[in-house]
């Protein structure tokens, strides 16, 4: 009988079985979203992306139904601005329905993320968002150059600009300590890669970057604001600062708008 370690609440807990997870699904004292790792394993999953438990999902929360719409005059408008169809399974609950357009604006402004579950009636089953044919990449740059007006008020100007940045960066939550790298910064957050998942989504966590010759070195408090699995059992966070020195965000937001200025190595180390 298979056994599975999950990560809950930033707690490893297991040896469980499907059984036990089970129950405890049901109790709702656990996320359908939660990851797990099977014994003999060294790939951490989402529960749902076991068919144990996407079967026991499918029986316990069925798909909702939808009234048909009313035709409107231009198709593809109506199809983005007035069909809600989009789900999206956040934790244990349950949001929606959304128009695609809604579903667009919930990814920029970072409400809902790439990793987490969506299903729409023209879907055989929940998936991952990022597996989802309507919002590759591609399709929602080419939606953004459009020249629409009405879609073109959907995007907006990132806040704070980023740039790419690879640093050695420490993390830590008063228990433990990982080394990671880092992928972008900017001076509302940092991007980083561990090699396990080892954070959960609203996690705060303390952070040291250690920066070379175009940004100095600092500590920061932040909130875990996504995470997405990579290749090699690696995971991808995105965390923004909840606590940082103001110079250091000026020192940041100057390295982030001319990042190959270099004009920042011979700066003093900042600290919160």
């Not at 050695?168 to 998942?197: C, Q, R, Y």
């Amino acid at each position: 009988m298979s056994q599975f370690y999950l990560m809950h609440e930033g707690r490893k807990l297991g040896p469980l079985s499907r059984e036990e997870i089970l129950q405890k699904l049901k109790a709702n004292s656990l996320s359908w979203t939660c990851y797990c790792l099977e014994e003999g394993s060294s790939n951490w999953r989402v529960l749902l992306e076991d068919e144990y438990f996407l079967g026991a999902f499918k029986v316990l929360n069925p798909s909702p139904g939808f009234e048909m719409e009313e035709s409107v005059s231009n198709e593809y408008l109506g199809n983005l601005f007035q069909t809600r169809d989009w789900h999206v399974l956040k934790g244990t609950e349950q949001l929606g329905p959304y128009t695609y357009i809604e579903m667009v604006k919930l990814l920029q402004q970072k409400k809902i993320f790439e990793f987490e579950f969506v299903w729409s009636p023209k879907m055989s089953g929940w998936s991952r968002l990022s597996q989802v044919e309507d919002f590759n990449p591609d399709r929602i740059r080419a939606l953004k150059n459009s020249g629409m007006n009405e879609i073109q008020e959907v995007f907006f100007r990132r806040k704070h600009p980023r740039a790419p940045l690879t640093a050695s960066i420490l993390v830590h939550n008063n228990k433990e300590v990982w080394k990671g790298s880092t992928k972008e910064v900017g001076p509302g957050g940092v991007g980083f890669v561990l090699d396990a998942m080892k954070l959960e989504l609203g996690q705060n966590i303390f952070i040291h970057l250690k920066a070379g010759d175009d940004l100095p070195s600092f500590n920061a408090i932040a909130t875990v604001v996504s995470l997405f699995p990579i290749e090699d059992s690696k995971t991808q966070y995105g965390v923004k600062f909840t606590k940082i020195s103001q110079n250091v965000q000026q020192a940041i937001l100057t390295f982030a708008e001319n990042p190959n200025s270099g004009s920042l190595g011979a700066a003093n180390n900042f600290v919160v």
